[in-house]
């Protein structure tokens, strides 16, 4: 077998992996399994699995995740990884780029996104208390430098539910791009609310499987 053989059949075998996603027009209010929901603007795009519900994480982009991304989701804090952190390794396992043919039912080849990985640490730069749908939480400024020396800024928000860490960030290049689409995202986080997945109660059966 050859080499481009084994590459063609590993991606293929990690894109059967994670729940088949696409880019599509953003419809409004989306709902996600992990427990919350929240409203993205008109005339981007949105990573998902659903037009207004989706499995795990969502993110959203309009000119292509490489120039701005709004994600949010829910995530079980580990240990003492700051949340902020937590927020960014959680978005940075998100499938942001796919194959143009990407669509239901088919696998996406999964490529490394550009702003996905630094080449410097994360440095906070501004950190505040802030609600997020309501309950006590943060708003953490933080930016680091790419693999290819683009400077990069996120804001995450987020709030600490039991062990779970609520979350909703914005990430751009820090020249131009940030500034253009920061107060989109504090509205998609003014409409971020958290709806816990019910519990069992005692004596009801859980899901099979």
Excluded at 111 to 137: C, F, I, K, N, Q
């Amino acid at each position: 077998m050859t080499r481009r053989a084994v590459l063609v059949g590993l991606v293929l075998g990690l894109a059967a992996c994670v729940p088949t996603r696409y880019w599509q027009p953003a419809a409004g209010p989306i709902r996600s399994s992990d427990g919350f929901s929240l409203v993205l603007p008109a005339g981007w795009m949105v990573l998902a699995t659903g037009t207004v519900t989706t499995n795990g994480a969502v993110a959203a982009s309009r000119d292509g995740p490489g120039l701005q991304c709004i994600a949010a989701g829910a995530t079980n804090l580990a240990g003492a990884t700051p949340p902020e952190v937590a927020a960014l390794l959680a978005w940075q396992k998100l499938p942001l780029y796919t194959s143009g043919e990407s669509a239901p039912r088919k696998a996406a080849l999964l490529v490394a996104g550009t702003l996905g990985g630094e080449a410097t640490p994360p440095e906070v730069t501004a950190s505040a208390a802030a609600d997020l749908s309501g309950r006590p939480g943060f708003r953490t400024e933080v930016a680091w430098n790419d693999p290819t020396g683009l400077r990069v800024r996120a804001v995450v928000r987020g709030a600490l539910v039991g062990p779970r860490l609520y979350w909703v960030l914005y990430v751009a290049p820090a020249r131009h791009y940030f500034e253009l689409d920061l107060a989109t995202f504090e509205e998609v986080a003014r409409s971020f609310r958290i709806e816990p997945v019910p519990t069992k109660t005692p004596g009801e059966a859980g899901p099979q499987g």
